[in-house]
């Protein structure tokens, strides 16, 4: 399986360009803000989003200055919100390393999100990509949508698989298919390379998001950087468990949902898990991934042979078989 730095290989270049832009841009008279800064990208490995966006733009014509401003402005709306995310779930680390708010406290790490945040739109206001703006301006609205969603439905604990699928299409799928757009529409004015696209971008993240949940059940802590069932603490219900749920009976369904309304320890949770796997939730889920790589691959298909092109596709293998 291809990694990340191989993924990345076409546009070496316009990445080590991209990282110096960075660094240009996020530049403060404010000591605070380039501690901050630093720490924040010195732990940002793989950067999906803007290779997403810069693989995008080479995909359909090459990358420009247009680009680049697209790759920034997504990469700083992403880290405004994994940083306003953990000031949300008062979380102590992110993927193993200690989080803004750990260290720096709750103040810091919403005005440092806001300064990430305000720092894009900058950059796109300044370079008269207005187009960018509306494009991210709509996938921030998705993304609260489904997250407040998520939220609401967790309460009720009826969430099923439609409405799942909703809300991950809009709580993760939203950044990456704007990733992907905003790639394309710095380089080409063709409604449909733009469209096909975009379409990658959604499927590419609605499989990445069912990779994510289904690691909840699978993965270990000293590679997720989190524990095992932390979604199921959270009242997280995933495709795993809804499966479960419909393919059980209503006393089995009935002794889960009394565990997920009280506060979940060790055993309970491995007593859910193996209830989701014991179900066929995890084969079902590995499917239902492998269904939405299958249509990223078909977007793909109006494009001519590259090395772009074929980064893309190793990304999709990327996306379904990482183990973190």
Excluded at 63 to 91: G, K, Q
Excluded at 110 to 122: N, R, W
Excluded at 123 to 131: E, F, S, T, V
Excluded at 272 to 287: H, L, P, Q
Aim: charged share 25%; aromatic share 8%.
């Amino acid at each position: 399986m291809s990694d990340m730095k191989t993924i990345s290989k076409p546009i070496n270049d316009e990445l080590n360009h991209l990282d110096e832009l960075f660094r240009t841009t996020m530049k403060s008279r404010v000591t605070m803000i380039d501690q901050i800064s630093k720490f924040i990208l010195k732990q940002k490995k793989k950067k999906i989003r803007p290779v997403l966006a810069l693989l995008s733009a080479k995909n359909c014509g090459g990358v420009n200055e247009s680009s680049y401003r697209a790759a920034m402005m997504i990469e700083l709306l992403h880290t405004a919100t994994l940083v306003h995310d953990d000031v949300v779930d008062n979380a102590d680390t992110r993927r193993g390393f200690a989080s803004v708010n750990a260290i720096w406290k709750n103040k810091v790490a919403v005005l440092i999100g806001d300064y990430f945040l305000s720092c894009g739109l900058l950059i796109c206001i300044n370079g008269d990509d207005y187009h960018i703006l509306g494009i991210t301006s709509n996938a921030v609205k998705r993304m609260s949508e489904g997250e407040l969603l998520q939220i609401q439905k967790s309460k009720q604990l009826d969430i099923d698989e439609k409405i799942y699928f909703k809300i991950i299409s809009d709580k993760t799928a939203s950044l990456l298919s704007a990733s992907c757009e905003v790639g394309a529409l710095s380089a080409t004015k063709d409604p449909q390379k733009i469209e096909s696209m975009r379409n990658y971008g959604e499927y590419l993240g609605i499989a990445f998001q069912i990779q994510d949940d289904l690691l909840d059940y699978l993965g270990e802590k000293s590679i997720l950087g989190k524990s095992v069932g932390m979604d199921l603490k959270e009242k997280k219900i995933t495709l795993p468990l809804i499966y479960a749920f419909k393919n059980s009976s209503k006393s089995e369904v009935k002794v889960i949902t009394k565990l997920l309304k009280d506060n979940l320890q060790k055993k309970q949770i491995s007593y859910i898990v193996d209830f989701v796997k014991n179900s066929g939730g995890i084969e079902y889920t590995k499917a239902k991934a492998g269904e939405y790589i299958t249509k990223a691959e078909k977007c793909l298909d109006i494009f001519p042979d590259s090395d772009s092109k074929t980064s893309l596709h190793s990304l999709l293998e990327f996306v379904t078989k990482r183990n973190y």
